[in-house]
């Protein structure tokens, strides 16, 4: 399953380390500016 999940930037690096430690997530990271345009559209 896959979720996408809002943080704010000055947060964003916390968050993806906070996410990586966590045994169940295989994957955090953050999106490409193509692909975060793609979803606002």
């Known amino acids: 399953m896959k979720v996408l999940i ?3 930037d000055k947060e964003a690096v916390f968050a993806i ?3 990586n430690s966590l045994s169940f ?3 955090a990271s953050p999106m490409s500016v ?5 979803w606002k559209t």
């Open 25 to 27: 997530v295989k994957k």
């Open 17 to 19: 380390k906070v996410l």
């Open 6 to 8: 809002d943080i704010a």
């Open 34 to 38: 193509s692909a975060e345009s793609l």
